[in-house]
């Protein structure tokens, strides 16, 4: 059973960068999946931010990709995000998950970790 | 970037059949048929409940069904249970460019 986990800071001041990490057990991240990053802002629905394929390509939503990083850790199982130039309207609940076809089918979630961008 | 669009609310008795819309276009739900559905109480991790439009992953209940018409697709629910209130998110992959999005998600409430 594919179980995911994110952690990260819960209060994050504008305009600095946003590190986010989940640990995946259950399932090798260097087996064939895709891990992405989904966020909820307050009253409003999901977003896609990006994906990390196990071999370590990358898409991203045109939307966060000239301020977004993601990448993996086969060491320690996880894969990460990182967001820079926050603003208040990144005020939001982020998700990891995984998608077993590329075509953004999320199999298993995270709980979600709130973040509030704030001074 | 625009979401897939899904009623705010609906609503049925115990027992009942309820239908949840998900509008997109071409450029989504009509071209692919990549379209999946999740089930979200709060405070828990999503459930995917439908993918690839109309199939069911292992373990979920055959009361829940999908299918798709041009760039609409549908969450049908059967036979509905109070533990079937939640938020019901839609899916869909939009091609290597866009990729994909969400719907605004819909709440069901069992009156």
């Known amino acids: 059973q594919v179980q995911l986990q994110e952690s990260g800071p819960g209060l994050v001041k504008p305009s600095e960068t946003l590190s986010l990490t989940c640990a995946v057990s259950g399932h090798s991240i260097t087996t064939a999946s895709y891990w992405g990053w989904i966020r909820q802002p307050p009253g409003k629905g999901l977003e896609w931010i990006g994906s990390v394929y196990y071999t370590g390509r990358l898409s991203y939503s045109p939307s966060f990709s000239s301020r977004i990083t993601i990448s993996l850790d086969s060491s320690e199982n996880e894969f990460s995000l990182k967001m820079t130039a926050l603003t208040a309207a990144d005020t939001a609940v982020y998700y990891c998950?995984?998608?077993?076809?590329?075509?953004?089918?999320?199999?298993?979630w995270g709980r979600g970790t709130l973040v509030t961008v704030s001074s | 970037q625009s979401a897939l669009t899904q009623p705010a609310s609906v609503s049925g008795s115990p027992g009942q059949s309820i239908s949840i819309s998900c509008i997109g276009s071409?450029?989504?739900?009509?071209?692919?048929?990549?379209v999946s559905w999740y089930q979200h109480h709060p405070g828990k991790a999503p459930k995917l409940m439908i993918y690839?439009?109309?199939k069911r992953p292992s373990g979920v209940s055959n009361r829940f069904s999908g299918s798709k018409s041009g760039n609409t697709a549908s969450l049908t629910i059967s036979g509905l249970q109070p533990d079937d209130e939640a938020v019901y998110y839609c899916c869909s992959y939009a091609g290597s460019y866009f990729f994909g999005y969400f719907g605004g998600g819909t709440k069901l409430t069992v009156l």
């Open positions: 998950a995984r998608d077993t076809s590329g075509f953004l089918e999320w199999w298993e």
């Open positions: 071409s450029r989504d739900v009509g071209g692919y048929d990549y």
């Open positions: 690839d439009v109309s």
